[in-house]
């Protein structure tokens, strides 16, 4: 990503917020509680190597999506019809268990006489994604934020995952994949949009 990342503490954090040192320690207590020897050579770089991935993975926190979706095009030549970025890979944590979630984002709009930059969608679904997430709320915050930047005529979303928390434990469904829509505008008042939105997602 483009998008300069700002220290932490991050949006919703306070400025009592661990630091590196103690977010260390937790993942020392993890290792011994799950029965591993955090002083064995194997895990002695372990903590370290987890906080630093975790601040990645964990970025969008932040970032700002507004930030990203800052600049639009007016320069469009009267183009008015959709614009549909579709497979956009993504990695989240679901909020729940803090596993893993992975899929794919299909993100549409009308322009209402401005476009935004192919990219920034994809950063966009990547800042939300990088953040303990249900898939419903993913789905609402990646429209939302187009939404509010870009006021087109409407947006179409759609996230198609498979959630670790399902796949690894619990019920062990392996391959299960969770779909969520969201639509605004003319895409959620107007049905054939709506269809023609899945429609072009689904053609390949």
Known sequence: MDAVVKNF???????SAPTQEQAEEAVRVLLRWVGENPEREGLLDTPKRVAAAYRELFSGYSLSADEVLGRTFEE????????????????????HHMLPISGKAHVAYLPNGRVLGLSKIARVVDIFGRRLQTQENLTAQ???AIEKTLRPRGVAVMVEA?????????VQKQGSTTLTTTFTGEYRDNAAEQARFLTLVRNR
């Not at 503490?9 to 400025?15: F, L, M, R, W, Y």
């Not at 498979?162 to 619990?170: P, T, V």
Request: proline share 5%; charged share 20%; glycine share 10%.
């Open 9 to 15: 503490p991050a949006s919703g954090q306070t400025d």
């Open 76 to 95: 469009v030549s009267g183009y008015g019809d959709a614009v549909l970025v579709r497979d956009i890979p993504f990695f989240s944590h679901c909020e």
């Open 142 to 144: 990646i429209a939302a």
């Open 162 to 170: 498979e959630h670790m928390c399902m796949a690894m434990r619990g």
